[in-house]
């Protein structure tokens, strides 16, 4: 997976911008508030997945325009191909000259990688930032997934707003069949998915982290789920006089989390500050191997300040140790690159770039 090139028209903070990168390290130095994590931005809405800065589609278009446009010239197995994003109140897109349904429809043709200063959370937050992390790994590799994910959602949010009146009106046991019904069935779908992406974790976490840690310690991950899947009607059913009081529905994959173990002892628990920080970039590189196991190509990585929360031997390691994978790191103090050996620096001032 590579990117040739980036055009950006009335994008966030860019009025135009046209970028073409290198195959390599691309890193993108500026003071706070030029527009470094815009551009990583606009490359990242090419994954057909919502931004990781969580924006209203409203917001991406430069104050005063009416529309954003984005363009990118791309290679994925083998295969030139070029996309085009149009940014008004909402996103559609087109790809090799196509329009597409939805933007979301772009999901599996561009798949890319980033890590955030909210991504150093992967361990110490709570169970929903492990929660999306599996969502959108797994819904780059299978776009299917998207669709499930959205219908269970749904199906939940229904569920919710029934569950609040049952104990007045025992009738609505008849809507709460369908709702919980559906719940269940998707819910197995997403089970069965993820239990499958943490077997490929399992493969390649251990080997990675190896690396980040000088092999002195071990890292390993269990997912782990409210209920089994065939149980999972059943436990709805059971639990509503329960989640009649809370409001909220108890069973699910919205509950499950995802565990993460250095030499078999809870990272979030008890792991330091560089501990997490290291197994959060570990999951990160992890992922991208599993891009290239089941696809047979590395995604493009997208790293956003996070070169300052790392200390100078995992600063090298992010910087030397990527090999084969066309990255972007954003950083705003320059000697953050002082170890770089190879690569192309891009500064970015006021939404300018040389």
Known sequence: MQIARLKLNYFRNYEALDLRPRPGLNVIVGENAQGKTNLLEGLWLFTGIKSFRSAKDAAFVRFGREKAELKMDFSADGIEN?????????????LNGSRLKSASALAGS?????????????????PAVRRR??????????????????AYARAVTQRNRIIKDYRYDGTLSVMLDVFENEIAANGR???????????????????????????????ETEYMPVCGADELLEKLKKAREDDMYSGTTSIGPHRDELIFKIN??????????????????????????????????YPVFLLDDVMSELDP????????HIKGIQSFITCC???????????????????QVS
């Open 313 to 320: 031997e995992r600063q090298n390691y992010v910087l030397n």
């Open 133 to 150: 992390f599996l969502d959108i790994a797994i819904g780059q590799l299978y776009p299917a997934y998207i669709g499930i994910s959205k």
């Open 333 to 351: 103090d320059p000697s953050n690159t002082a170890q770089l050996k190879k690569g192309k620096i891009i500064r970015v001032k006021n939404g």
């Open 264 to 297: 078999g002892i809870s990272a979030r628990n008890f792991g330091s500050q560089g501990q997490k920080r290291s197994v959060s970039l570990s999951v990160k590189l992890a992922e991208a191997e599993i891009i290239n196991k089941l696809s047979g190509e």
């Open 110 to 126: 561009f798949k890319a990688i980033v890590f955030s200063p909210d991504d150093l959370e992967l361990v110490s937050g709570g």
């Open 82 to 94: 070029d996309a085009e994003i149009e940014i008004k109140e909402h996103r559609s897109a087109t």
């Open 189 to 219: 779908k997403i089970y069965a998915f993820r239990n499958k992406y943490t077997e490929y974790l399992k493969e390649f976490l251990p080997g990675v982290y190896g690396g980040i840690s000088s092999g002195k310690e071990v890292l």
